[in-house]
């Protein structure tokens, strides 16, 4: 199956993975993803080791179709403490096998018998105790095995589609899971921007979703234009594995050897109240594509919140990939934190049975 380039939506609740361009002409495969839990499995980097000491417990849990929420809340109650004492850095799939950690807060108390905690889809593989509460975002990333199973399609492309894919990245999408059921957190934004009520927890998360959408068209611009893995005119620079950024004031050689090595990466924008810090291609194109979304800007831009800045493209470490069997492929890869696998994924594979039996 391949896909095709498409004009980038316009229609606020239009962000599905599947709308936007691809990178490497579309898949080449159609797979079953998630035929049993254990296709899909995730395991959390924290990057810091536990101090060893403190009010705070971590557990290392290791959980097989759960929600991470729903866990949280099981552990409160099993260490009877409320359940904002139970913090995480990071939702994990629920269709899927999955190890991470849990901080409880458990001040001047004894650790409960964590060997006796009654849910049988989760293992406490173990407890330290720590000076800080987890919080969320702390994390380096994730490394992900999926199994992507009864696979057709053009095999003789896979190595060169995955081969591309470790050498040059692929476009660093929001995945589906930012924007709510059937993609509709966009929609809802605009409705709480134009006045509807809604909770601060829900806020959080429409906001969030307003600034994917709009970031998420950008990149589409950029990927048919074929520039959302290089330096452009006005591009405002990602360090590698930082939030820093700075303008770049011309695409120096300098500049085009870093970002070739992968020091640097072209950004987009994630949309606020303060001026764009874009200048002339590079803000043409930001400009263009916010103002497809005059409700999202417009009230993202009352929300008193900086613009922040994402890279534009996506490189997994240790890519590898291995047939398990003739219609079985098995791709393992890291990816760091705020990204997602599922936009890896499909540069290579068009996929389907959203959720696994068992």
């Known amino acids: 199956m391949t896909g095709t380039r498409i004009t980038p939506p316009t229609a606020p609740n239009s962000a599905t993975l599947a709308q936007l361009p691809y990178a490497y002409g579309g898949p080449p495969l159609t797979a079953r993803l998630r035929a049993t839990a254990e296709d899909f499995v995730v395991d959390e980097n924290l990057g810091f ?4 000491e403190g009010e705070h ?6 959980k097989r179709g759960i929600n991470t929420d729903w866990l949280a809340g099981q552990i409160a109650n099993f260490a009877g403490v409320h359940r904002n004492a139970v913090s995480y850095a990071g939702l994990k799939d629920r269709h899927a096998v999955t190890t991470q950690t849990f901080s409880v807060q458990l001040p001047g108390r004894e650790d409960p018998d964590w060997s006796a905690f009654p849910e049988p889809d989760v293992d406490i593989l173990g407890s330290t105790r720590h000076l800080r509460k987890l919080r969320r975002g702390a994390l380096v990333g994730n490394a992900f095995s999926i199994t992507l199973r009864e696979v057709s399609g053009d095999l003789a492309r896979v190595d060169a589609c995955l081969s591309a894919m470790a050498g040059q990245g692929v476009p660093n999408y929001f995945g589906e899971q930012r924007f709510g059921r059937e993609g509709r957190n966009s929609e809802r934004a605009v409705a709480f921007f134009q006045g509807r009520k809604v909770s601060r927890k829900q806020q959080g998360m429409l906001i969030s979703a307003a600034r994917s959408q709009i970031f998420n068209d950008v990149l589409a611009r950029r990927v048919q234009q074929g520039n959302w893995n290089r330096i452009i005119d006005g591009e405002v620079c990602c360090l590698n594995g930082s939030h820093s950024w700075f303008l770049a004031e011309s695409d120096t050689a300098e500049l ?9 990466h072209p950004s987009g924008p994630l949309w606020g109240s303060d001026e764009l810090p874009s200048r002339g291609e590079a803000a043409a194109i930001e400009q263009q594509a916010a103002a497809q979304h005059p409700v999202l800007t417009e009230g993202l831009g009352k929300q008193r919140m900086d613009h922040g800045r994402r890279p534009l493209r996506l490189r997994p470490d240790n ?25 890896l994924l499909r ?5 389907y049975a959203a959720e696994p039996a068992g």
């Open 49 to 52: 080791e536990p101090s060893g």
């Open 57 to 62: 417990v971590l557990l290392h849990v290791r």
């Open 256 to 264: 085009v050897q870093r970002a070739a090595r992968f020091d640097i």
């Open 319 to 343: 890519l590898r990939w291995e047939w398990v069997d003739s219609n079985s492929l098995r791709v393992a890869f890291d990816l760091p934190a705020g990204s997602y696998a599922t936009v």
């Open 347 to 351: 540069e290579l594979v068009d996929w």
